[in-house]
């Protein structure tokens, strides 16, 4: 049905009506007062989400640019950087470290799993002359739905001496992360996902020690340098043109978050997660994530089940039920489907997907107790 499209894919995600009716507003001058004053709010509150006493830059690209920004700030040619590699988004981030010219190693998993601390502890331990400069990493890897202990791997890559350099895209805002208080050097978001609003910002903060290798970068890139950004930040400005209606839409979205506060966004999107995983496996289906504990709290991956393809799950979900669902990327395209649970999301939604979820399922054939899902989600939300 026209205009009655939900997205439960892992982002863009929803976004509010008062957000989107900021955006449509006529863009303002990016140079005047009234931005200027825009900015200043956002800036604010941007330090409140990223948990931070940093300034957070604010990029006018999309996640991928932030991960660009955080890299291309620090890399000089030749430098050791560990990778750790639990999926696509975590294999980027070894991609752009590569692409700077830097001596690149990683520790991979099998998709489904997350790192464990002990093999990454084991790893720098090794390095006693201490040539890992930077660690990369994932707190959610979204093509996965795993979520690694980020509080955990900062804290051993902290103790080793090297910049931990954390991909927070589909967690800011959603899963608890806390930047200043585990130490992590680099945390980067986008706006499309936890931040409740369309896809064209992405962030990034960075601790004093990641200044300082940063003033060592002999070529940080023109746009993303971060010295530029930063002084535009901390005059209420920015460098260049910036997506002057997202910003506007920003504010409001993070005045609507500082409203809820942190914490309770962090539960919200435990409760519903956790049901929701809870109503999948009532249904039958199996969880992508191997180990539970790992599980994401903003995506979860599924496996569908024997003889029902995800292709047509989909297509079911879409054309009868207006819920759009992601497929799996790369090798698990077609092998798994993604729900997105993160951002702007009730339990509403979550009961409005389980039942459109079962609809698919027994339309296609799937044989299961009929309200299964919807019963357990409901339990498990009123836990
Ligand atoms: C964890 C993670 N990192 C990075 C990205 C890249 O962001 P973008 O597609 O906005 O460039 C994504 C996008 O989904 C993501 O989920």
């Known amino acids: 049905m026209r205009d009655k499209s939900f997205l439960m894919i892992p982002g863009p995600t929803p976004v509010p009506e008062s957000v989107l009716l900021e955006i449509a507003r006529h863009p303002m001058g990016h140079r005047s007062s ?48 560990l990778s750790l590699v639990i999926g696509n988004f975590s294999q980027r981030l070894a991609k752009i470290a590569k692409g700077l010219g830097a001596d690149v190693e990683i520790i991979e998993v099998e998709p489904g799993n997350a790192i464990d601390p002990a093999v990454l502890k084991a790893r720098l331990d090794k390095d006693v002359n201490k040539e890992i400069k930077i660690v990369t990493l994932i707190q959610n890897e979204t093509s996965t739905g795993v979520t690694n202990d980020v509080k955990t791997l900062v804290s ?6 090297a910049l931990s350099v954390v991909d927070g895209v589909t967690s800011v805002g959603a899963i608890e992360c806390k930047m200043d208080e585990w130490g992590i050097d680099v945390l980067i978001t986008g706006s499309q996902k936890g931040l409740m609003i369309p896809p064209g910002l992405s962030f990034l903060a960075a601790s004093e020690k990641a200044w300082k290798v940063h003033e060592q970068c002999k ?24 997506a002057v209606s997202l910003f506007c839409g920003l504010k ?10 942190l914490e309770n966004i962090v539960a919200r999107h435990t409760k519903i997660a956790s049901a929701l995983r809870a109503a999948i ?6 969880l992508f994530v191997t180990d539970e504990k790992y599980a994401s709290n903003s995506i979860t991956a599924i496996l569908p089940p024997d003889g029902i393809s995800v292709p047509d799950i989909r297509k079911v979900m879409k054309n009868d039920y207006d819920i759009v669902v992601a497929n799996g990327q790369n090798a698990l395209k077609d092998k798994i489907f993604r729900m997105g649970t993160l951002g702007f999301v009730s339990e509403r939604d979550a009961i409005t997907a389980i039942g459109a979820l079962e609809a698919t399922l027994y339309k296609l054939g799937h044989k299961f107790t009929l309200g299964s899902g919807v019963a357990t989600l409901i339990e498990h939300l009123n836990k």
């Open 34 to 81: 009234e931005f200027s004053k825009i900015l200043e709010s956002v800036y604010s509150d941007l330090k409140y989400i990223f948990q931070t006493s940093n300034d957070v830059l604010v990029y006018t690209a999309s996640g991928t640019g932030a991960m660009d920004a955080a890299l291309s700030n620090l890399i000089n040619e030749g430098d050791k950087v």
């Open 156 to 161: 051993i890559i902290k103790g080793h001496g």
């Open 219 to 242: 070529r940080p890139d023109f746009y993303f340098n971060w010295t530029t950004n930063r002084k535009s930040v901390r005059d209420n400005s920015t460098a260049f043109t910036p």
């Open 252 to 261: 409001v979205a993070l005045e609507m978050m500082k409203e809820e506060g």
């Open 281 to 286: 496996k009532a249904i039958g289906l199996k």
